[in-house]
Structures are given as C-alpha cells and as structure tokens.
C-alpha cells in the first residue's frame, strides 16, 4: 500500500511522530488533514489496519483510503475481514456487539 501524494510537512511530522510511539492523538485543527495524516500512518506499517469511526462515517473513510493510496476496493472491507483486507472499517457500535468477531 501506497499513498498518492505527498502529505505536508506537519503531516509528514505526525506520521514520524506516531510510528514512534505506542499511542498516539492527532489533536489538529478542523482542516489540517488528519485523516491523511492518519492513513499515512496505516501505509507506513505496511499491516492490517482496523479503523473504528461513527457509523455514518464508515464509507467516507473507504472513499478516502480510495483516494489517497492505492488500494483496490475489494482490499478495503466494511464491517468485515476477508482474505484481501488491508484496511477494516467499522464502527463503535458494531464492534462492540462482535467481539470474537474481529479476531486478528
């Protein structure tokens, strides 16, 4: 996985930053890309990521990966794991109710 553009600098910085730690917040601004800098973080550890979001944001997350890395649309899945998901989105709620579910 790839990503289509280069990020700016502070995102660039955010990523660095975050592949450093265990845990980490981006508390930027409205804005300032912290959905890409988030994704940047995703593509540097080249593995599977679980996004967790609101409900009604689950598919602007899957248009976003799709837009700013290179993935395929069967790479990205919705509430689910299958063989080719790179990135699994789901939301708070769904999680919840599917503990064993989301087994990595």
């Known amino acids: 996985m790839?990503?289509?553009?280069?990020p700016f600098k502070h995102q660039q910085e955010y990523i660095k930053?975050?592949?450093q730690c265990d845990f980490t917040l981006?508390?930027?601004?409205?804005?300032?890309?912290?959905?890409?800098?988030?994704i940047g973080v995703?593509?540097?550890m080249q593995s599977t990521t679980l996004v967790i979001c609101p409900?009604?944001?689950k598919h602007n997350w899957k248009a976003e990966y799709l837009k700013f890395t290179d993935l395929k649309e069967d790479?990205?899945?919705?509430?689910?794991?299958?063989?080719?998901?790179?990135v699994v989105i789901t939301s708070y709620s769904k999680l919840?109710?599917?503990?064993s579910y989301f087994e990595w």
């Open 42 to 44: 995703s593509v540097a």
């Open 2 to 6: 790839r990503l289509k553009l280069t």
């Open 26 to 38: 981006c508390g930027d601004e409205m804005g300032l890309g912290k959905t890409l800098s988030a």
């Open 96 to 99: 919840k109710s599917a503990k």
């Open 75 to 86: 790479e990205i899945t919705i509430d689910k794991k299958t063989g080719k998901s790179k």
């Open 55 to 57: 409900a009604f944001l």
């Open 17 to 19: 930053f975050a592949l």
